[in-house]
């Protein structure tokens, strides 16, 4: 659900809340994230990345490399499937070091 919530101006003391959108929990899990930026330690594997962002789809996708003292930038020429599956699959790996939505 995405609430608004307000302070009457009668009484400072009451609150309003406004229901503004409501979600299945299936639809928000389904929903594609529309930019990523991930970052990765130096131990990564990039086969394993490849095999977790085969899928074509509606995601942005940058990667941060932490290389010895430097940081690389790197987009993906393509957009590819990013939802929340992959965000927890992603998580779990020992050498992503950051996720930002």
Request: glycine share 0%.
């Amino acid at each position: 659900m995405t609430l608004q919530k307000d302070k009457s101006i009668v009484d400072i003391s009451k609150r309003r809340v406004n229901i503004r959108k409501i979600l299945s929990l299936e639809d928000m899990i389904n929903k594609p994230y529309s930019k990523v930026t991930i970052e990765l330690k130096e131990n990564y594997d990039l086969d394993e990345i490849k095999k977790l962002l085969i899928k074509e789809g509606q995601t942005e996708i940058s990667f941060i490399i932490n290389n010895k003292n430097q940081k690389l930038l790197f987009n993906l020429e393509n957009t590819r499937k990013f939802d929340f599956n992959q965000l927890k699959a992603m998580k779990s790996k020992e050498y992503v070091k950051k996720i930002t939505v």
